[in-house]
T-cell receptor, first 113, second 114 residues
Framework: DAGVIQSPRHEVTEMGQEVTLRCKPI?????LFWYRQTMMRGLELLIY????????DSGMPEDRFSAKMPNASFSTLKIQPSEPRDSAVYFC???????????FGSGTRLTVV | AQSVTQLDSQVPVFEEAPVELRCNYSSSVSVYLFWYVQYPNQGLQLLLK??????LVESINGFEAEFNKSQTSFHLRKPSVHISDTAEYFCAVSVRGRDDKIIFGKGTRLHILP
């Protein structure tokens, strides 16, 4: 079991550019979550999917953020256009059920300059 | 709505001393409770969880937490900490039987002093 795989590990981009973060959940997990972590705001849930369907996107900051899950083994989080305040560590997590908790990926550290 | 309060943002403690990290939750319905640990530059890892039954739950590395329904608390304890326990610890709650969403606290950073 390779765990939850996120790519890239680090991303540095200029303001205004499009950024795409990728996540491969653990096989057999039917829920997937995107979180953002900053010193100021802590860990924020952005969106979560169940069986590839978005269930709750109330945490998505604004229209510049979008997420997709085209199949059970892949999800993307896109920011277009990016802004310096989007700089954070973005985590993907997956779960096979409520009682099992989440398995987190190693995160993508995004820096927008 | 459910919420989790971690009363201390940082806790300094000497190596081999005991530690308690406090967590209180707010919910009008039954919940599952979790503690996660985040080591530097890593993602969160599940440390232990309370689902039902015995109110005292333990992890493999010596941590334990006790569910106290009357005080709506789930404090994390370790009788003797090691330098390797330096990390951020997150308390989390999930409503039983609802969706898979877990609400996390803001975290407590544990500093181990030599």
């Amino acid at each position: 079991d390779a765990g939850v795989i996120q790519s890239p590990r680090h991303e540095v981009t200029e303001m205004g550019q499009e950024v795409t973060l990728r996540c491969k959940p653990i096989s057999g997990h039917n829920s997937l979550f995107w979180y953002r972590q900053t010193m100021m705001r802590g860990l924020e849930l952005l969106i979560y999917f169940n069986n590839n369907v978005p269930i709750d996107d109330s945490g998505m900051p604004e229209d510049r953020f979008s997420a997709k899950m085209p199949n059970a083994s892949f999800s993307t989080l896109k920011i277009q256009p990016s802004e310096p305040r989007d700089s954070a560590v973005y985590f993907c997590a997956s779960s096979r059920g409520q009682v099992y908790g989440y398995t987190f990926g190693s995160g993508t550290r995004l820096t927008v300059v | 709505a459910q919420s989790v309060t971690q009363l201390d943002s940082q806790v300094p403690v000497f190596e081999e001393a005991p530690v308690e990290l406090r967590c209180n939750y707010s919910s009008s319905v039954s919940v599952y409770l979790f503690w996660y640990v985040q080591y530097p530059n890593q993602g969160l890892q599940l440390l232990l969880k309370y689902l039902s039954g015995s109110t005292l739950v333990e992890s493999i590395n010596g941590f334990e937490a006790e569910f106290n329904k009357s005080q709506t608390s789930f404090h994390l304890r370790k009788p003797s900490v090691h330098i390797s326990d330096t990390a951020e610890y997150f308390c989390a709650v999930s409503v039983r039987g609802r969706d898979d969403k877990i609400i996390f606290g803001k975290g407590t950073r544990l500093h181990i002093l030599p």
